[in-house]
């Protein structure tokens, strides 16, 4: 593997959270750091040696092999457009963009050049969640007759939280499910190895209103603010989404996403219903599977290389017993997508590229849709 030079811009949370996990990686130097506000303070914090207020200047200077784009949506389309052009590989946190128009554009460039680029769905990288697809793959569940679950947050519970999320100029038109729901439908078809064709979508948004700081703070921050440091503005985005689901596989499904829901502080489940078992992950346990049965016990499948399917077992760090979660799920989704730019081969892909980022994209425009119109829409890609 060679050694890569990347530039991450954005170092908002997630940006910081990239960061930690390339270093883990070994083979990546992360040589600067790109953020309209206080750039220098946030690569001396993070121990970059540089930094840009200017993504553009960032990347002519350093000539990175690799960015990581970790801003609001609507600024992914001509950030990683510029660094294409400049033959620069991308990783996008999701979604993808806005808009189908960009995403597609956005794939289109990527396959037409031959970089290999990728999304963050990093879910997928959970070694249960591996385990899960595998067992599917070898017959272990049979056919899949139903799944469903859920992806609830409280971090906007209070018409006080506030995010630049909330600005449908800056986050889309969908909030709650562009955010959360896509990791939770992208894990689901990645898993099932079925594609969705049809959608039927509620939401709701609670707090028609919320208190906008007059003031930036940071997401997740928990920063406290006085009445007069805020103002009242009206909200279009979506608190909450259930969805259902249709399959190409003939699976039915069904999930709620809530950001709105107290004391789940960002809490995953699925659960698969098959012919010969059923399966149930959750991200507050996510190192153990349940495996549920009709005619004897049912069992409580452990985190552990040992007794794990191969594929599960490349992405398993640490011996069984010691537990992995979040962040290890970006240090293996990163380490999948360099290697791929390292070989220039993605023949054996697990993680999310650009087509899939535009597939998301086409779901949820979908599931607005169906919101709005309070019918079944299907999906046409």
Same mark, same amino acid.
């Given at each position: ?39 220098? +303070? ?96 070898? #017959? ?31 986050? #889309? ?100 219903? #098959? ?12 190192? +153990? ?5 009709? +005619? ?86």
């Amino acid at each position: 593997m060679k050694r890569f030079r990347s530039c991450i811009v954005g170092m908002g949370f997630i940006g910081a959270v990239h960061i930690e996990a390339l270093r883990r990686l070994g083979c990546v130097d992360v040589v600067a750091i790109a953020d309209e506000i206080n750039a220098q +303070e946030k690569a001396k914090v993070n121990f970059v040696p540089k930094a840009y207020s200017d993504y553009r200047e960032m990347i002519n200077q350093e000539k990175p092999d690799v960015i990581h784009i970790c801003t609001p949506n609507s600024t992914h389309f001509p950030i990683a457009m510029y660094a294409m052009e400049h033959g620069v590989s991308v990783i996008c946190e999701k979604p993808l963009t806005t808009n189908i128009q960009h995403a597609r554009i956005m794939r289109d460039y990527a396959h037409e050049h031959g970089l290999i680029c990728g999304v963050n769905f990093n879910f997928r990288y959970n070694p249960q969640i591996m385990q899960m697809k595998e067992m599917i793959q070898n #017959g272990d569940v049979g056919n899949i007759y139903t799944v469903h679950g859920s992806y609830l947050q409280d971090w906007l519970y209070l018409d006080t939280d506030y995010s630049w999320r909330l600005e449908p100029d800056q986050s #889309g038109e969908s909030r709650a499910f562009a955010d959360i729901g896509s990791h939770w439908i992208d894990l689901v078809e990645n898993v099932m190895g079925q594609r969705v064709v049809e959608v039927m979508a509620d939401f709701e948004t609670f707090h028609k209103t919320r208190k906008k700081p007059l003031k930036a703070i940071e997401t997740y921050s928990g920063m406290s603010l006085r009445p007069e440091d805020y103002e009242e503005v009206p909200i279009n985005t979506e608190d909450y989404a259930t969805v259902l689901f249709h399959f190409d596989g003939g699976s039915h499904g069904c999930c709620n996403i809530s950001q709105v829901f107290a004391g789940r502080k960002n809490q995953t489940i699925v659960a698969i219903g #098959g012919s010969k078992c059923s399966l149930r992950w959750d991200s507050e346990s996510g190192n +153990e599977l349940w495996v549920g049965r009709r +005619e004897t016990y049912n069992q409580s499948i452990v985190k552990d290389s040992s007794i794990l399917y191969p594929e599960t077992k490349s992405i398993i760090s640490y011996p069984g017993g010691h537990m992995e979660g979040f962040p290890d799920t970006f240090k293996q989704n990163f380490k999948a997508i360099y290697k791929a730019v390292n070989d220039c081969d993605t023949s054996k892909r697990s993680f999310a590229n650009f087509e899939d980022g535009l597939h998301e994209m086409v779901l949820c425009e979908s599931i607005v849709r169906s919101a709005h119109e309070k019918r079944w829409i299907k999906i046409v890609e």
